[in-house]
């Protein structure tokens, strides 16, 4: 048996094989195991490649999207410690967590989007078409300064780490959905175990089951939250209106929702055209969907065995 290390998103990664392996060769991997630490073998499987970041967040059984807390805390222990970070470092994560607060509290769309793009999300596209300057005020930005001033085996450093690495796996995931024009985003919203916002391309809509032809904004929100589990909530819009369906995971959380429709109803009509909204309990795992969305929809990224 030949041992080996395999570098993951700047972890090293004892493996072993029964095969001959040489540097640089192209391998495939399936987890075997999850525990505190994830155990990795060579998969002998025709798999989609690896995409290292995406294994780090699933197997570490990470949120995919940080709690708000942590980048507070990022901030005020940075402040505090003896190897501070710039200023600029400091207001972009007290102000990323400040701008939740508002957010929450009835913030608007252009405060969404600007804590998005607040996020790094383009922070290498910016580097490489020459825009330094774009990327000072981007939490990824603040990550990197935390790794590059800690070592690793500071409890800071490996948060940094983490966050820094979910930042990246969506990154990862768009590279894979460009080819269908879809683009998605993490929502960062401390009451959801987990978000993101999938907006569908034209081509991807023509997939959807019940697109109309009229709808030329179609978008999707898949969500976990601790009381209703998981959500997916299908949004399409037209010249008659907006069409949503609300997708459960139980028929006892749909007729949950049902019993509070009408209130639903009015309070999203005050906002916009509204014409119908639907209910089913076929809601999809958002991880499930994540992973799907990265390798596509005929090919998986692990072979998992607990």
């Known amino acids: 048996m030949v041992s080996f290390l395999v570098q993951v998103a700047g972890e090293k990664i004892e493996i072993h094989s029964q095969t001959p392996l040489e540097l640089g060769q192209k391998i ?45 805390q990022l901030s005020l222990l940075m402040a505090n410690s003896e190897k501070a970070l710039s200023a600029t470092s400091l207001h972009s994560l007290s102000s990323f967590f400040s701008g939740q607060q508002i957010l929450l509290e009835g913030g608007g769309g252009e405060l969404l989007k600007e804590l998005l793009n607040q996020l790094g999300l383009s922070h290498e596209r910016s580097l490489l078409q020459g825009r330094p300057d774009e990327v000072k005020g981007q939490i990824k930005n603040s990550l990197f300064e935390i790794l590059g001033k800690l070592p690793s085996s ?32 993490p929502l960062p919203f401390d009451f959801l175990n987990l978000g993101f916002l999938l907006i569908h391309s034209d081509r991807d809509r023509h997939r959807q089951e019940e697109r109309r032809e009229q709808d030329n904004i179609y978008f999707s929100l898949y969500l976990q939250v601790s009381a209703l589990g998981n959500l997916q909530i299908d949004l399409a819009g037209g010249k008659e209106g907006v069409t949503i369906h609300i997708h459960t995971d139980s028929e006892e959380k749909s007729a949950f929702l049902k019993e509070h429709l009408p209130m639903l109803q009015e309070k999203l009509s005050a906002l916009f055209p509204l014409c119908t909204i639907g209910l089913s309990h076929d809601a999809k795992d958002p991880i499930a969907e994540l992973l799907s969305r990265g390798t596509g929809p005929e090919q998986s990224i692990i072979n998992q065995k607990v």
């Open 28 to 72: 495939r991997l399936t987890i075997q195991q999850i525990s505190q630490e994830t155990q990795i073998q060579p998969d002998k499987s025709d798999k989609a490649p690896l995409i290292s970041k995406l294994l780090q967040t699933i197997g570490a059984k990470t949120p995919l999207m940080a709690q708000p807390v942590s980048l507070a």
């Open 154 to 185: 500071s409890p800071l450093h490996q948060e940094a780490h983490k966050i820094s690495s979910i930042i990246d796996s969506f990154q990862l995931i768009n590279i894979s959905q460009s080819e269908q024009g879809n683009f998605i985003l």
